[in-house]
């Protein structure tokens, strides 16, 4: 597996979704939870969303429990909570997981040889081809003017 493209996974409706849907757009791909000190971050992604989506940005949520048990919900709840309190429109997916055995593959390309995840809100972001541009820390807000120059760049 060469690209991001490769790879699939089920939407939180449950539909397999192949990440091929998303060739040509540059991705924040982000492991989310909702009951997280960072949950708030939400309301940055949506914003993002929002302001960059007509240029080519999907952000992809990828609900994780493995930190602190802070995604305890079912899919149906996550996806309740996500959008009636911070109005989520991006795509989010079922539960993952991003560390360990059970690793997801999309996050075995992400990592690499590189180090864990370290906690929720992990950033990747991807190029239109599918290939890692960068990873921002769970602390790196998404209004924060290295993640957004990274963004509006790779969308240029």
């Known amino acids: 597996m060469s690209s991001a493209h490769d790879f699939s996974a089920p ?14 757009k540059t991705l924040l791909v982000v492991n989310v939870a ?13 914003a993002l969303h929002a302001q960059y989506a007509e240029r080519g ?6 609900p ?3 930190f602190g048990a802070q995604e305890p919900g079912s899919e149906e709840e996550i996806q309740q909570f996500c959008s009636s309190r911070f109005g989520v429109e991006f795509p989010l997916f079922s ?12 996050y075995q390309f992400l990592i690499g040889e590189g180090e864990d995840i370290s906690w929720n809100f992990e950033k990747f972001l991807i190029d239109d081809q599918g290939q890692i541009i960068a990873r921002f820390s769970p602390r790196t ?16």
């Open 11 to 24: 939407s939180i409706t449950g539909q397999d979704t192949s990440l091929a849907e998303f060739k040509g």
């Open 64 to 66: 994780c429990n493995q």
């Open 95 to 106: 539960k993952i997981e991003v560390n360990g055995p059970g690793r997801h593959p999309l």
């Open 57 to 62: 940005l999907a952000v992809l949520g990828f």
């Open 141 to 156: 807000a998404p209004d924060d003017p290295e993640l957004v120059s990274a963004i509006e760049q790779a969308l240029s």
């Open 34 to 46: 909702s009951a997280c000190g960072l949950t708030p971050q939400y309301e940055g992604l949506q």
